[in-house]
Structures are given as C-alpha cells and as structure tokens.
C-alpha cells in the first residue's frame, strides 16, 4: 500500500535558522499537500503542490514526481512557526489521501 | 477567513452509545471529510463525500459508522455502536473541488472520549 514517510520526527531551531521538511512516498503522485497543525490540533492547508516548486513567503515546496519526494523549506524561523508539520499524498484516481507521521519543528529564542 | 466549525469539541459517551459529529463546511464548499488522530499518531484518512454520496473510504470507516449531509444542513458522522478504540479527536474538513488544494479547510475537531 501507500507509504508516507517524514523526515526529521522532530527538529529543534534557533530563531532564524533555515530548515528542510522531506516527505517520501512509495507510489506514484496523484497530488500532494503540507499542512501546518497547531499544538491543540487544528489542521491549515500550507501548500497544495502535486509537482514542481511554489513559493509563499518564507514557505517554499518543491515537488519531484520522478523522485517521489516532496520538501518544505523554512527560511528565517520564526517562534510562530512552532507546531507540527503533516505532508499527505494520495495516489492516483481512485485512492484516498494518506499522511505522513509528521515532523514536530520546535523553533526557539 | 472561511471556517468549518465543528460541534461539540469535546464529547464523553458510554461504549455502545451511539454518538453524532456534526460539521458545518464552508459555505460554497461541495466535497466533505472526515478524519481520525488518535492522541499522538498520524492523522488517518475516514471518508470523502460528494452530492449526497461517499465517494472513497478507508478501512478505518467501519460499519458502524455512516455519514450524511440531510438537505445541506451538517455533513455529520455518527457512530453506533462506539466501541473503546474509536476514542480520538476526529476532524473534519471541506473543500471546493476533490483532491485537496489551498482552500482545502479543516475545522478544529471533536474530542470524542468512549469510556
């Protein structure tokens, strides 16, 4: 079946630094999402990107189908950006979507 | 921005008793979900719905669960009967087309406790 993995499970940042989420699936890519979960549980949808790179802010994806990969690059971190971070992918038509174990980022002062 | 507000946050029910979450989606929204965290685990996938209709299912979305959206009012879950394991926050989201995309909304979930 499906296998959604992130790397790092957790991330611990000094106030500035820059950090690189890695989500890799085991089958090809019908589409591809990263979302932000607040400590306390609520999900936002950070970027909807089934292929190629997509910036917001200080937010960068990058999505490589041939690689089955996804990445969520965080430049200048901020304190606010603590929490954990969920990529979900479902294959192609016909399949639900799946999500990865997530990556807990803590960014500090 | 829109929100999916989710009722009740926090529920504590009887094992055997049926339970009801309701969800109110975004209002323009035509695809509904439903998804399951156990306290700290991965965010699990339930159901999708469409015009009245469910459109894909995980194997978690057992038989005594069911889902409906009676006359564009709640899209909700009901499980009967709950059993210990379905303990879990359980989330609901919407969006205007399948598969996701950036306006895809999630609400801040139920709490549900089977004791």
Redesign the interface.
Known sequence: GQQVQQSPTSLVLQEGENAELQCNFSTSL??M?W?Y?RPG?????V??NPSGTKQSGRLTSTTVIKERRSSLHISSSQITDSGTY?C?M?ANS?????????TKLQVVP | GPKVLQIPSHQIIDMGQMVTLNCDPVSNHLYFYWYKQILGQQMEFLVNFYNGKVMEKSKLFKDQFSVERPDGSYFTLKIQPTALEDSAVYFCASSPRDRGGSDYTFGSGTRLLVI
């Not at chain 1, 549980?41 to 949808?45: A, D």
């Open positions: 019908n589409s999402q979302f979960q549980g609520s999900l936002i949808s970027f909807y969920l979900a479902d016909g399949t639900y979507q799946r999500f990865g174990t997530g």
